[in-house]
């Protein structure tokens, strides 16, 4: 069984950067046709694609907020990391991380964590 659990502070200040992680067990992240995404959902919105880590370690980011956003991975721990900069209040949200793979993407994420919320607040 997948899981995803992610982690990091749960505030962050105007301008600073967020950094959060997302650590799976279950299976290993370098496991071929498995992209590993970060998604996040503002209050009273829906969700939003910020971007994903592939199995081979390509990235890809969401257009609107490529130029702020950085995935990174550490295979040793088997976790992947969101790094989104000069953060605002809009940035606040439910951040979740969540598994796709590759050979069945039209039924969607298959396993998600149970998300965290970050708030940008000075």
């Known amino acids: 069984q997948v899981q995803l659990q992610e982690s990091g502070p749960g505030l962050v200040k105007p301008s600073q950067t967020l950094s959060l992680t997302c650590t799976v067990s279950?299976?290993?992240?370098?496991?071929?046709?498995?992209?590993w995404n970060w998604i996040r959902q503002p209050p009273g919105k829906g969700l939003e694609w910020i971007g994903n880590?592939?199995?081979?370690?390509?990235?890809y980011y969401n257009p609107s907020l490529k130029s702020r956003t950085s995935i990174s991975r550490d295979t040793s721990k088997n976790q992947f990391t969101l790094q989104l900069s000069s953060v605002t209040p809009e940035d606040t949200a439910v951040y979740y991380c969540?598994?796709?793979?590759?050979?069945?993407?039209?039924?969607?994420?298959?396993?998600w964590g149970q998300g965290t919320q970050v708030t940008v607040s000075s």
């Open positions: 969540a598994r796709l793979d590759k050979r069945t993407v039209s039924y969607g994420y298959d396993y």
């Open positions: 279950g299976g290993s992240i370098t496991t071929n046709y498995y992209y």
């Open positions: 880590i592939a199995y081979g370690g390509n990235t």
